[in-house]
């Protein structure tokens, strides 16, 4: 019997989580959206990925931070749940990163992606 799982995540801003999604591709809804499963279970998520199979993936705020809660018997994605949270994760820290950094007055000097698949980031700012 299938059921949906709870993925507990580091994720804390939804806006940043939207943009990291934008940003991969993913084509997401905002909600509060109700996340489909096995049998016709649903659960409230606040943003929704919705699958061709008809089972949706969803993120959902737990108290403390947005959780993934997917039916993974009908994870339908091109990365595993591992690769495909990484790489969401890893978009999440670089919004995060830009969104607070120019709030105090950062902009990117130098910006490259490293084989490994990570992310240099240089940032300056100019002082009066």
């Known amino acids: 019997m299938s059921h949906f799982s709870q993925i507990k995540t580091q994720i804390r801003n939804l806006e940043s989580l ?12 905002p909600g ?9 279970q649903t659960h409230a998520a606040e943003v929704s990925i919705e ?18 809660v ?3 018997q009908y ?15 890893q978009r999440y ?12 007055g950062f902009q990117v000097a130098e910006q490259q992606k490293n084989e490994d698949g ?3 980031l240089v940032l300056q700012r100019w002082s009066a």
């Open 93 to 104: 820290a670089y919004q995060t990163v830009m969104k607070e950094t120019t709030k105090v």
């Open 32 to 40: 509060p959206r109700e996340v489909s499963g096995y049998s016709g």
């Open 70 to 72: 997917a039916d993974l």
């Open 118 to 120: 990570s992310i240099r």
């Open 51 to 68: 699958q061709e199979n008809g089972y949706d993936i969803g993120f959902r705020w737990n108290g403390k931070e947005y959780e993934l």
């Open 18 to 29: 939207k943009d990291a999604l934008s940003d991969l591709g993913i084509d997401w809804k």
């Open 75 to 89: 994870w339908q994605q091109d990365l595993s749940v591992d690769g495909f949270l990484r790489q969401v994760t």
